[in-house]
């Protein structure tokens, strides 16, 4: 039994709860649930993914303490990504990074269509970080906080099905990525929004559940992250921070 625990960087759990990801993964895959227990409500600011960022690494060492197989961040925002890959032995992945390479493998330019118009620097900023820039066609948004999402589904996937036309008619997008874990379950409608507008041939890849997939695939292939790009951090002392596990803390 592979065992894959999707970390939730934010306080507001009613933002995901375990029958959100019920069946993203395939027989023989366990899929776990963890959020943070200080940090932020959302993820909407590089001052947001800092509050989340202990917490989220906090938990990625205690999921390997626990025996898990591989850890998913879900945010699209990745924070802690690199660093808790230093800590940590297991699979470690984020939506983001994780997202853009499958649409470079899917077609030949993909726009991301997120939340808030805030959000297009950073996005931009990642697909630079992830060696992406030159395929990312656009970032456009739905002007909806990630706190309201799960309030206005209707409206978010009309919002979405009217950026995403804009992002293949004007932008020349090729492939669509949605810009926020929260969007989880609009995917299909978005897909169908598509086919009728003549557009069925555009995949939309939904994060969360694409993430945790090839969480499961790295497993089943015995792969992690390089140790040689991920190296452990020096030991030396840390103050304030109880990272379970980390052998430099100290509480």
Known sequence: MRRVRIVTPVIAEALRVPDDVAGLAGAGTDVSIVHVERGPASIESAF??????P?????????ERDGIDAVVIDCMDDPALEAAREV????VLG??????HLACLLGHRFSVVTVLERSVPPFEDLARRYGVAERLASVRWVDVPVL????EHERVVGDLARESLAAIEQDGAH?????????????ADLREGLRRAGYGGVPVIDPLP???????????????HSKRTYP?????AITGYDFVGWPSARG
Do not use: F, H, N, W
């Open 88 to 91: 940590a032995s297991i699979p």
């Open 95 to 100: 939506p983001a990074q994780t997202s853009m």
């Open 210 to 224: 694409a993430t945790v997939r090839v969480a499961e695939a790295l497993v089943a292939l015995g792969l992690a």
């Open 232 to 236: 452990r951090p020096p030991a030396k």
């Open 148 to 151: 309201e999402l799960g309030r």
């Open 48 to 53: 947001d993914a800092a509050l989340a960022a």
């Open 55 to 63: 917490e989220t690494i906090a938990r990625v060492l205690e999921a």
């Open 175 to 187: 492939v669509i990525v949605l810009g926020c874990t929260g969007m989880l379950g609009c995917a």
